[in-house]
DNA sequence: TCTGGGGTCCTTATCCTC
DNA sequence: TCTGGAGGATAAGGACCC
């Protein structure tokens, strides 16, 4: 979808179509936050995704800054995979503005699909789309980038080399700022053609194993990963910044509550339980570290949690302010069928021996 | 001076077991 | 008993994606 989240707004909202539109934070341009999406007409103040809602509003103070709501985004975007899956099941959503969909079952020729499919959700949304076609996902994903908005962009396998050699390396998934720049000072590469002239070993050498033979398969337009309808989540997480900076150890402590409730209920809405805590912190100069602790069995309970994160605070040293916290569950399982995912509530323990002999009173 | 939040995956180091 | 791997689990950091 183009500039979705602004989009969206100028779709429910005309008074704000035409109008320079900054999606981000809470809203207000004076605190902390950094813009989701800016309409194409903010675009053009050289407003976009990431940069700071201070910055931007530097940059064009007449804009219109609107909160996140990402629950009126989400029903636009149930609505848009409602007409995707009319035309395949293969549909693997990759956020809520982004889809791929394995249409090789279909007889029709690609670009008469896909200009069908961007007039219908159009029609029914209001909104525009690009679309790009690919004999796999890297490219489709790459030739829905080149012409925006509102557009279908083919590249075939035939046309692939032609298509990328010119395009910068950095347009290609796994290729971002860091990687582009080691690539340039090391290897003197700046576009996809030049990456196709380095060796596998030279890539490997600079980057790793891995990562090396992946740059390597997918400059070429190699890529067989395929379109996944459904996934299990690895971890579910919160963390929150400040708006300004602390070292007091009581609002951290709050936080974590606040924040370790959060992943608890995440955790119960979703069916899962997790084994791993991790309490994040990202101190005022911007060096971030993270502390885990692997539990002997998985847990979903608030409390649990919360009494993990606050004995992970303590391997910080707290000696400079903070500017974010986060609390992460990783290890996810679904929990054993009618075992409860969370303790019950104080008062209610069915587990209340273990909890006597562990020394541990977490039921209040 | 500024730099969100929710994720995934990879690399490296360390510890432990076989 | 000592030594050296192999390999899994855990922890920490970093790059990347939307």
Known sequence: MDAFFAAVEQQRRPELRGKPVVVGG????????????????????????????????????????????????????????????????????????????DVSGRSEDPPAL???????????????????????KLLAKIASGLRKPDAVTEITADGSAETLRDLPSIVLWGIGPKTAARLEESLRVRTIGDLCAISLESLQELLGPRHGEYLYRICRGRDDSPVITEWEPKSLSRETTYQQDTRRRETIVGTLTSLSGEVAADLRQEGYVGRTVTVKIRYHNFKTHTRALTLPESTGDHQRILQTAVALLDRFTMDRPVRLVGVRVSGLTRPPEGEPQTAPPAGESVDGRRDAKDGESWSD
């Open 114 to 136: 896909a200009e069908e499919i961007r007039r219908r959700i159009n029609d029914e949304t209001g909104l525009t789309a690009s679309i790009g076609i690919g004999p796999n």
């Open 26 to 101: 809470d809203g207000n341009p004076h605190r902390r936050g950094v813009v989701s999406t800016a309409s194409y007409e903010a675009r053009a103040y050289g407003i976009h995704s990431a940069m700071p809602l201070r910055t931007a509003y530097k940059k064009c103070p007449k804009a219109i800054f609107l909160p996140v709501d990402f629950r009126a985004y989400g029903e636009f975007s149930r609505r848009i995979i409602t007409i995707l899956r009319e035309y395949t099941l293969l549909v693997e959503p990759m956020s809520m503005d982004e889809a791929f969909l």
